[in-house]
């Protein structure tokens, strides 16, 4: 299916509210969800987007758009709709767990690298940047994210990135009792890792941790590979918070028309890519 026409069917009136602001006339929170989404889905920056648009006019009325918008309204749009965006996600979110069960859930955290950010930790050491926070489904599909400083601590994020799921995954990092009382207060096994730090028990994971483990890891590198380090070509976090989240968007909107074709391949993103 054409991008374009992939966006629009997915991000319709029932997703997104097509309530229009006080801009020129044409510029509503549909189309600007739309367009946000359609960049990050072909990976062009905010010049080639517009370079884009003016030379295919078919694609700006498909996406709702009566005019081209220039490069400075792109930005402000980065700036005052990263809730949108993250709203966005949730809906799109809702209809991929509509659409598949979710028997497993594996929550992670996965560093964003930039000079704004502030220092944090990882498995790998530590970093100057942000942290995303994520939970996916056993067939690899994002289904709540949280973007964050880069020196907040995972555990606490852990309730918030909760769905109905039978089993709940977690390595040491999300291990306390707190933790567990969430995953069964959701009716959900956790089945998160024991800290020696933390629990007076011997370092151990659950064996459906370690065989499952790289689903999300997986996850991981697709989407730092999907987002092309966009996070670090705008500044403030509003603006990184808004193209993340496009791009987790643009990700499950590829996914959607891969279930709805009866083969969920989420690699499937690569191949709008310019």
């Known amino acids: 299916m054409i991008p374009s026409d992939l966006i629009r069917l997915v ?14 006339r044409g510029y509503g929170n549909l ?19 517009i370079r884009h648009l003016k030379a295919n006019p078919r694609v700006c009325r498909t996406l709702g758009l009566r005019s081209v918008p220039d490069r400075s ?14 709203s966005l996600f949730g ?33 790998r050491g530590p970093f100057v940047g942000f942290k995303l926070h994520l939970s996916v489904n056993q067939l690899g599909l994002p289904l709540r994210a949280i973007l964050s400083y880069g020196n907040e601590n995972d555990s606490p994020f852990l309730p918030r990135l909760l769905v109905d799921a039978k089993v709940v995954l977690a390595d040491a ?11 069964r207060a959701n009716r959900s096994v956790p089945a998160i890792a024991f800290n020696r730090r933390r629990s007076k028990k011997k370092h151990w994971q659950p064996p459906i941790l370690f065989k499952k483990r790289y689903i999300i890891e997986q996850l991981n590198a697709i989407i730092k590979g999907a987002m092309d380090k966009c996070w670090k070509k705008v500044r403030g976090f509003k603006r990184k918070k808004s193209v ?17 074709s009866g083969k969920c391949d989420i690699r499937a993103y690569g191949r709008y890519r310019c």
């Open 244 to 260: 993340v989240f496009a791009s987790l968007n643009a990700l499950l909107v590829v996914s959607i028309e891969s279930i709805l």
């Open 91 to 123: 809906k799109l979110s809702g209809v991929i767990q509509d659409l598949t069960k979710t028997d497993i859930l594996s929550v992670d955290s996965t560093a964003l690298e930039d000079k704004e950010g502030n220092c944090g930790y990882n498995s």
């Open 73 to 86: 309204r792109i930005g402000r749009w980065k700036e005052k709709y990263p809730d949108m965006q993250e």
């Open 31 to 49: 189309a600007r969800a739309r367009v946000l989404v359609y960049q990050r889905l072909m990976g062009y920056n905010d010049m080639q987007l």
């Open 173 to 183: 990092g999300y291990c306390s009792k707190s933790n567990r009382q969430a995953c």
């Open 11 to 24: 991000i319709n009136k029932e997703i997104v509210p097509g309530q229009k602001g006080r801009g020129r």
